[in-house]
């Protein structure tokens, strides 16, 4: 699976060791669990990991995980911690530059893996530009 082909190249990487890996293989099983975690490891999604997001006027930007199939896009972005609000944000932030990138249906969710909680963040709906409105909401 790809989360056991993910962990084996950290531990040969050196980066868990085989406590670790145990652990955070049985933490992944578990989150599988959940239908809505494990569709987001569906075969028929096109996925980029640490893909990074360029806009011209915000910063460059990493984002965990986003799945892209038809029309759809999803931002998943891992958490290890507590829940903040600048999660969301951060979120929020990844969703409108891939809305600057023409995307139209974009979702957002966290994902605190110490918790196995899933926040949803507000879908965008964005109406894509006809080619003709130049951009000046003519």
Known sequence: ??????LDQAKEEGLINSSEYNAMR??????LQQEQVASWFD???EVRTEAPILSPDKPDVRVDRILFKEDRVVVIDYKSGEP??????????YMSILAEMD????EGYLLYLATGSVVS?????IKKKENNQL????
Do not use: H, N, P
Request: proline content about 0%; glycine content about 6%; cysteine-free.
């Open 1 to 6: 699976t790809e989360v056991e082909e993910v």
């Open 26 to 31: 049985q933490q992944f099983e578990s989150l």
């Open 43 to 45: 075969s028929s999604w």
């Open 84 to 93: 903040r609000k600048k999660d969301e944000e951060q979120v929020m932030t």
């Open 103 to 106: 995307y139209v249906k974009i």
């Open 121 to 125: 963040i507000k879908t965008l709906a």
């Open 135 to 138: 951009g000046l909401g003519l």
